[in-house]
């Protein structure tokens, strides 16, 4: 007992973390990791909307690139269609669907 008086023993003894703590301690960790999103050119903004009024025309499947603050996303489907008011693209892949939003596309290949 006398051991762990002497020194730093008394805080060695008495380690635990609270999960409040630990969650904290997650949430920074992550936030370390997060990243910017890239600003688009108005070429790279065109290559988009080719690429995507390509496919809804010619009903070829598109491969968009989506931003995520951790890790970007690849989606592939065909666009269903266009809402030029809020900013979306519906695209279709197998039996599902998803809006995608303007702001959150890097990039799109056909």
Do not use: C
Not at 71 to 79: A, I, P
């Amino acid at each position: 007992m006398g051991k762990r008086l002497q020194g730093n023993g008394i805080y060695v003894s008495s380690r635990f973390i609270i999960p409040q703590h630990r969650e904290a301690a997650v949430r920074q960790m992550q936030e370390i990791n997060r990243r910017v999103k890239p600003n688009l050119d108005e070429q790279q903004w065109e290559m988009v909307a080719q690429a995507l009024s390509e496919s809804i025309r010619e009903h070829m499947p598109v491969t968009i690139h989506v931003f995520g603050a951790f890790e970007n996303q690849e989606v592939t489907g065909m666009v269903i269609s266009v809402n030029t008011f809020r900013k979306k693209v519906k695209l279709s892949f197998d039996d599902d669907w998803e809006w995608i939003r303007f702001e959150d596309i890097i990039a799109a290949e056909v």
